[in-house]
């Protein structure tokens, strides 16, 4: 694919062969930004895991400290905690009318779905449309809960979802190019610091074999950090 000359231009600001320290990214992300919106920052790690094998697994959720800039609209499913949904601020809440309406017109109109252990059994039977959508609740995301206050104001504050897919890389969006400097890094240090945390005991060697920054269609900025 033939790339534009902003791109271009960007792609020799990065020296390939340097692994950047977070705060020299963050300010190198900044200029290799080659959009005219607000592009989104973010980081990618290649692991070394198996997917495959279930201790291998990794999947968990962050309240990052300045959020990553995406307004989330919640969809609450339940019968027993209507009003708490409501007071929280869900952006839509019902029991088996809103799985209805997903089923019958197709809609789609929120980012997230949270629901009480009570609805699990009906959501499961759209679990072939809402799965491949990534919007299945799941207790290890805090989306299956009775406490939904508490993972509505998580959500809204930024919570962000970490998933090792079956190739072994992992990809989360941590801001926007707009963040202020100290607050990209913030989230970033935060975030890194808790995939060292959640390394799984069975790994051997090197764990994060490779870890990039970079925002929508701009260059790769390969970083270091401890506790690789």
């Not at 839509?92 to 997230?112: Q, S």
């Not at 009570?118 to 799941?138: A, H, Y």
């Not at 945390?197 to 074999?209: A, E, N, Q, Y």
Request: hydrophobic share 40%.
């Amino acid at each position: 694919m033939k790339k534009g000359k902003k791109y271009l231009a960007a792609v020799k600001l990065v020296d390939k062969e340097k692994l950047y320290t977070i705060n020299e990214a963050v300010e190198l992300v900044k200029q290799t930004s080659t959009t005219k919106f607000d592009a989104t920052v973010d980081v990618s790690f290649r692991l070394n895991v198996d997917p495959r094998q279930a201790d291998q697994q990794i999947r968990g959720t962050l309240v990052l400290p300045h959020g990553n800039g995406k307004t989330k609209r919640v969809l609450v499913v339940t019968n027993s905690k209507l009003e708490e949904a409501k007071t929280a601020g869900a952006d839509f809440f019902g029991g088996k009318e809103m799985l209805d309406k997903i089923k019958n017109e197709n809609w789609f109109d929120f980012d997230v779905m949270v629901a009480t252990p009570d609805m699990m059994g009906e959501i499961g039977k759209l679990g072939r449309v809402l799965g491949p959508k990534g919007l299945m609740p799941n207790p290890k995301a805090g989306t299956v809960t009775m406490d939904v206050a508490k993972a509505l104001a998580e959500i809204k504050a930024g919570k962000v979802e970490y998933r090792v897919d079956k190739e072994a890389n992992m990809h989360v969006s941590v801001g926007r190019v707009s963040f202020e400097s100290d607050k990209l890094i913030d989230n970033i240090a935060a975030l890194c610091a808790r995939i060292v945390k959640v390394r799984p005991s069975v790994v051997k060697g090197t764990f994060i074999k490779n870890a990039v920054i970079h925002t929508t269609m701009g260059p790769s900025i390969h970083i270091t950090f401890d506790g690789r």
